[in-house]
């Protein structure tokens, strides 16, 4: 009886355990998440004013009309 006690415990402390790590994972994958979609916005936004620097730099060249 001891014995199935026993395993009874531990694999709930397992479960406990893998529980702790599941939550900190998903934390960590939202973390990501959020730092990914900052660094397209700033991704973006370097473009757009690449782009506006082009035009400004073609016209005074006399490219574009």
């Known amino acids: 009886m001891f014995w199935a006690m026993l395993s009874v415990a531990v694999g709930f402390v397992g479960l406990a355990v893998l529980a702790f790590f599941a939550v900190k994972v998903f934390v ?3 973390r990501l998440g959020h730092q990914v979609a900052a660094t397209t916005r700033q991704i973006n936004q370097a473009a757009e004013e ?3 620097a082009a035009v400004s ?7 574009i009309a």
Not at 57 to 63: K, L, N, P
Request: hydrophobic share 40%; aromatic share 0%.
């Open 57 to 63: 730099v073609a016209r005074a060249g006399g490219d």
């Open 50 to 52: 690449l782009e506006r």
């Open 28 to 30: 960590e994958a939202q």
